[in-house]
Each structure stands twice: as structure tokens, then as C-alpha cells.
């Protein structure tokens, strides 16, 4: 149990172009979820925060226009990259815990590698 | 910043042996948690530890925990090829709606066949 995938696993595009990926929890509903990037040999990175229905709440340095979060349903998040850049490519990944639950155990999803050329 | 700091940043050892890795935190914590990430992987949840506890254990994993010195050590005993990843702590200090984990630099554990 308690399942999240991301899709796609991997993409590259064009710098400029715009990403989606997608963070879904498979077998659990979701209050909130996660994103992360992570480069290389790095740790974690908290993006931002977000609550199915509400805004997300960005951490500090994150560009909130840059890296749009929607958490439409209990078991979909979506993070676009808008006009993205070379140093934008990164690791991105989601994280759920589980509705009624405290946020401390958090689900990983598999991880998305962005590539911008 | 209740973010764990891991200790060493890298571990080499052979199949068999066992493997320690510590982290200590700064800030009061309601539990810890530790995580494995294989490389181009997303993290996978190990165990976690509540703040009222010394000691737990599950399958060859053993956590430790001193609050006193706010620290935690990750023991995997009779280590395999197989874990071969790198090892996350996660200090957790809840503080309402919203309240994160954060993680550290991480070890990297690589085991010798």
C-alpha cells in the first residue's frame, strides 16, 4: 500500500517550453503533497507544499510563478515548469502522506529527471 | 533548522558487514525517520522513531535515538550488495498544518560484493 507515481519518469525539452509532471497517490487519498528537487549528489530540496484545494505554499527562494503546483484532487498534484531553462534541470520529486494523518511519514514517488537543452 | 546533519558522507564496507550511520539534529523532534534512496530513485521510508523511544528495530535494521544529544544512528547488520544507496535522516518537529520534513546531504553507502 500507500503507492504515489509520477509521470513521466524522465523528459527533455526545449529551453522555453513548458513541463508537467504529474504525482498521483495509487491507493491512498492525499490531504497533502510534496515536491522536491534534488541535483546531483544533493539532498532534498523542498519546493513547496500543497493542500488538495488550496494554494501551495512555496519555500523560500522557490518562484511561485516559475514552478505552478495544483492539487486538484486527493490523489493528483501536478507541478509545471513554465518557460523552462537549463538550470532547471533537475530531479523532481513528489511526496503524499496520508489524509488524517500527520505529514510525518511521507510516500515517495519514483522521481522525474528534467533535462532542458 | 531541524535539518539532520548524516555522518559519514560515504561508507564503504564489505558484504557481511555491518554498517553505521549516524545523524544529529538541532532542534526538538517529535520522531525521526530514516530514508533509503537508490541512485535516480525517489526515497524509500525505512523507519521511523518516535521521540519516547531508545531503540527500534526491523528486520536488519537497527535505529537508535539519544535525544540528550539529539542524535540517531542507522545500524544494517549483515549488509548485501543490495543496499547500496544512499541513507537519509529526517528530524520531525510537528508545528500545525503543513509541517515538513528536511533532509540532509545523506550517505552514501556502497557495499562490496
Known amino acids: 500500500g500507500a503507492v504515489v507515481s509520477q509521470h513521466p519518469s524522465w523528459v527533455i525539452c526545449k529551453s522555453g517550453t513548458s513541463v508537467k509532471i504529474e504525482c498521483r497517490s495509487l491507493?491512498?487519498?492525499?490531504?497533502?503533497m510534496f515536491w522536491y528537487r534534488q541535483f546531483p549528489k544533493q539532498s532534498l530540496m523542498l519546493m513547496a507544499t500543497?493542500?488538495?484545494?488550496?494554494?501551495?505554499?512555496?519555500e523560500q527562494g522557490v518562484e511561485k510563478d516559475k514552478f505552478l503546483i495544483n492539487h486538484a484532487s486527493l490523489t493528483l498534484s501536478t507541478l509545471t515548469v513554465t518557460s523552462a531553462h537549463p538550470e532547471d534541470s533537475s530531479f523532481y520529486i513528489c511526496?503524499?502522506?496520508?489524509?488524517?494523518?500527520?505529514?510525518?511519514?511521507?510516500?515517495f514517488g519514483p522521481g522525474t529527471r528534467l533535462t532542458v537543452l | 533548522s531541524q535539518q539532520g546533519e548524516e555522518d559519514p558522507q560515504a561508507l564503504s564496507i564489505q558484504e557481511g558487514e555491518n554498517a553505521t550511520m549516524n545523524c544529529s539534529y538541532k532542534?526538538?523532534?517529535?520522531?525521526l525517520q530514516w530514508y533509503r534512496q537508490n541512485s535516480g530513485r525517489g526515497l524509500v521510508h525505512l523507519i521511523l522513531?518516535?521521540?519516547?523511544?531508545r531503540e527500534k528495530h526491523s528486520g536488519r535494521l537497527r535505529v537508535t535515538l539519544d535525544t540528550s544529544k539529539k542524535s540517531s544512528s542507522l545500524l544494517i547488520t549483515a549488509s548485501r550488495a543490495a543496499d547500496t544507496a544512499s541513507y537519509f535522516c529526517?528530524?520531525?518537529?510537528?508545528?500545525?498544518?503543513?509541517?515538513?520534513?528536511?533532509f540532509g546531504k545523506g550517505i552514501t553507502l556502497s557495499v562490496r560484493p
Open positions: 511526496s503524499a502522506s496520508i489524509q488524517g494523518f500527520m505529514t510525518d511519514t511521507q510516500y
Open positions: 491507493d491512498f487519498q492525499a490531504t497533502t
Open positions: 500543497s493542500n488538495e484545494g488550496s494554494k501551495a505554499t512555496y
Open positions: 532542534t526538538s523532534i517529535n520522531n
Open positions: 522513531i518516535r521521540s519516547n523511544e
Open positions: 529526517a528530524p520531525y518537529h510537528y508545528t500545525g498544518a503543513n509541517s515538513k520534513l528536511t
